[in-house]
């Protein structure tokens, strides 16, 4: 069974940064391709950045470029970094890694195991 968990949300100050972890576990599991999405309230859901599955690739999402920064920091975690945190940034944001699919993607349906979901606020 593959458990995919974050941490490290909170409430940080705008012009702040904050950073996420989530970590894909399981026998034998090794992620491929990682997302974040985040879900602001009463909008849809978007994906924020994705790595592969080494790390050499990246994407992001217009909204955040230049400020967030993806990395894996193992085989199995995935850091997001935020800066020049933003009060529209407040969501959940939910990390997501893929089993068959190596490369970056802002795509959902790349993505097979989702973890619970990280509260951020960014206050102004």
């Known amino acids: 069974q593959v458990q995919v968990m974050e941490s490290g949300g909170g409430l940080v100050q705008a012009g702040g940064s904050l950073r996420l972890s989530c970590t894909a576990s399981g026998r034998s599991f090794m992620p491929l391709a990682m997302v974040w999405f985040r879900q602001i309230s009463g909008k849809e859901g978007e994906a924020v950045a994705s790595?592969?599955?080494?790390?050499?690739?990246t994407w992001y999402a217009d909204s955040v470029k230049g400020r967030f920064t993806i990395s894996r920091d193992n085989d199995n975690t995935v850091l997001l970094r935020m800066n020049s945190a933003k009060p529209r940034d407040t969501a959940d944001y939910y990390c997501?890694?893929?089993?068959?699919?190596?490369?970056?993607?802002?795509?959902?349906?790349?993505?097979?195991?989702w973890g619970q979901g990280i509260q951020v606020t960014v206050s102004s």
């Open positions: 997501a890694a893929s089993k068959a699919d190596a490369n970056a993607s802002g795509s959902s349906h790349k993505y097979n195991y």
């Open positions: 790595t592969s599955w080494n790390g050499s690739n």
